[in-house]
Each structure stands twice: as C-alpha cells, then as structure tokens.
C-alpha cells in the first residue's frame, strides 16, 4: 500500500490547458459595467425612497384623518353643552359643518399627494430602468465591436 502512495505523490501535477494571463478589460467596457453597476444602485435607492415616500404619505393620512376628527368630536361635545342656547348651537352646528367639510378635503388632499406620489416613482423608475437597459445595450454593442 505505501508503494501506491509513493507513486502518487512523486508524479507531477501538469494541466492540459495553458494558464491564462487576467482578462484586460478595455477601459470603454469598464465605465459600461460601472454605468451598469451605477443604474442598479439608482434603481434600488430610487425603489427605498419611494417606499418610505409612500409609508409617509399613508401615515400622513391617518394622522389628518385623527386630528380632523377629533375637532369634529370637540365641535360635537361644544353642541351638546350649548343645547339650551340656540344662537350658540346655531354657531356650532355651523363649525361642525366646516369642519366636516375640512376633514373630507384635508383627507382628499391627502389621497391626492399619495397618488401624485405613486405615479412620480413609477415614472422615475421607469426612467431608470430604460437607462439599465441603455447601458447594458451599449456594454452589449462595445463587446460586439470589440472594443
């Protein structure tokens, strides 16, 4: 058994295939790959933005949503202390209503800039991806030409 062993280890280790020197990379490949490397990353900044954008938004909607009700809840228990007063019910009756109405325009307000939101991080990641897809286009082309 020892006679194998010493056999094995006495031959030499000689690869078929020659070693190959590091690929040089042209220097126009090279800004291809960082323009591809540089269009992920805006992607994946763009994409965390726009989600805490968007947690933000729907956060400020709740938040108008509560304090708009609360008024509302105030003006309700200002009425029902004022019930015997009719000018002073009649004046709160009124901001009730106004504040009602504040509330469905502040919550509208509100939807509105979370749409606005949503459409302006689908367009800008749009924009971004069509700039990965350029770069990568062009990395494509220069290997072609070889350059």
């Given at each position: 058994?020892?006679?194998?062993?010493?056999?094995?280890?006495?031959?030499?280790l000689?690869?078929?295939?020659?070693?190959?020197a590091?690929?040089?990379?042209?220097?126009?490949?090279?800004?291809?790959?960082?323009?591809?490397?540089?269009?992920?990353?805006?992607?994946?900044?763009?994409?965390?933005?726009?989600r805490?954008?968007l947690?933000?938004?729907?956060?400020?909607i709740?938040?108008?949503?509560?304090?708009?009700?609360?008024?509302?809840?105030?003006?309700?228990?200002?009425?029902?202390?004022?019930?015997?007063?009719?000018?002073?019910?009649?004046?709160?009756?009124?901001?009730?209503l106004?504040?009602?109405?504040?509330?469905?325009?502040?919550?509208?307000?509100a939807?509105?800039?979370?749409?606005?939101?949503?459409?302006?991080?689908?367009?800008?990641?749009?924009?971004?991806?069509?700039?990965?897809?350029?770069?990568?286009?062009?990395?494509?082309?220069?290997?072609?030409?070889?350059?």
């Amino acid at each position: 058994m020892s006679e194998l062993i010493e056999v094995l280890e006495a031959r030499e280790l000689l690869s078929a295939s020659p070693i190959k020197a590091p690929h040089r990379v042209s220097p126009t490949i090279a800004a291809d790959q960082a323009a591809i490397v540089t269009a992920r990353t805006t992607i994946v900044q763009d994409q965390a933005n726009g989600r805490a954008g968007l947690v933000a938004d729907r956060a400020n909607i709740t938040t108008v949503r509560k304090t708009d009700q609360a008024t509302i809840k105030a003006d309700q228990i200002k009425l029902r202390q004022d019930a015997g007063n009719s000018i002073a019910v009649q004046s709160d009756r009124g901001q009730l209503l106004i504040d009602e109405a504040k509330l469905r325009s502040d919550h509208n307000d509100a939807i509105t800039k979370l749409k606005q939101d949503q459409a302006a991080g689908k367009t800008l990641l749009a924009t971004d991806r069509d700039a990965l897809k350029a770069a990568q286009t062009k990395l494509r082309d220069d290997r072609i030409a070889g350059a």
